[in-house]
Structure formats: structure tokens, C-alpha cells
């Protein structure tokens, strides 16, 4: 009814936790702090990063893209019904919410590193949207693959 929903983590990379990095709890929490609403209207992509903190005091990034996705609105409930079983009078209908013919919920990429490399991260994630969104026939597992193993040079260090 309210449009508010959860969080959920649809796929991640790795699907496994590494040992010296394991998957942030409850990141899906961070990636819509206003939390997960639904849109009458197509809000442009967003970009922003978010430094978490863990129990051993190391910064992880947290870069998060943003864009809205076209979903089923949700069917208005048939007439209601009085006592008798009979229709009620249309006129009560009329004053219910309109609902709009179409809503938009957010879906976010998000990237964790402990580096701290903000415009790699955008362009990055600006890729992988860019094929999903564009229905590219290349395997999303195939390019993350590729960029995890991409060497970015120490600022100052040899290239």
C-alpha cells in the first residue's frame, strides 16, 4: 500500500565471503538510506559512496549506483462488498487513492573495496549498468571478473 519495501541482495561477487573480506552485513540498509520506496516517476541514476567502518577498525567503500526500474503497480482490490454480498455504491469507489499506471522501484550495484578510488568506482559500476540496462549479450560475471583483475596504479607509483 505505502510503496515503502526492503532491501534484498539479488546476486553478489564473490558468492562466497574471502577470509580477510568478508561480505558486509546489512549493506542492502546502507544502499537506500531514505530506504526503499517506490516512484510514480523515473529518478535519474544516483552515485554515492559510504565509508563502513568494521570491527577491526579498517575502512571498507561502499559505492553504490542507483537507478529506477519499471515494476508491476499492484492491482486495485475488486468492488467492496456490503452484508448482502452486493456491490457497494460506485461512489465510494471513486473517493479510494488513484493508483498510477506505472511504478518505478530502485535497484543498486554496489561495489566494497578498501581502496579509495571514487571515480573508479562510478565508472565501474557505470559500466555494469550500462550492459544491464542496454541487454548487452556479454556475461555480467565475465566483466566483473575482468575489472576485479585490472591492476590500479599507486597514486605517485610506477605505472
Not at 32 to 60: C, K, M, Y
Amino acid at each position: 500500500g505505502s510503496g515503502d519495501g526492503q532491501g534484498q541482495i539479488l546476486q553478489r561477487f564473490p558468492e562466497k565471503d574471502w577470509e580477510d573480506n568478508p561480505f558486509p552485513q546489512g549493506i542492502e540498509l546502507f544502499c537506500q538510506p531514505s530506504g526503499w520506496q517506490l516512484f510514480p516517476e523515473r529518478n535519474p541514476p544516483t552515485f554515492f559512496v559510504a565509508v563502513l567502518t568494521d570491527i577491526n577498525s579498517e575502512r571498507h567503500y561502499c559505492a553504490c549506483f542507483t537507478f529506477w526500474e519499471a515494476v508491476e503497480s499492484p492491482q486495485p482490490q475488486s468492488h467492496a462488498r456490503n452484508g448482502d454480498g452486493e456491490e457497494e455504491e460506485e461512489e465510494e469507489e471513486a473517493s479510494s487513492p488513484v493508483q498510477p499506471a506505472q511504478l518505478f522501484a530502485p535497484k543498486s550495484l554496489v561495489l566494497v573495496s578498501r581502496l579509495d578510488h571514487a571515480e573508479v568506482f562510478r565508472n565501474s559500476l557505470g559500466l555494469i549498468y550500462t550492459i544491464y540496462v542496454d541487454g548487452l549479450s556479454v556475461s555480467l560475471e565475465n566483466v566483473i571478473g575482468n575489472l576485479l583483475t585490472c591492476t590500479i596504479p599507486i597514486t605517485g607509483g610506477a605505472q
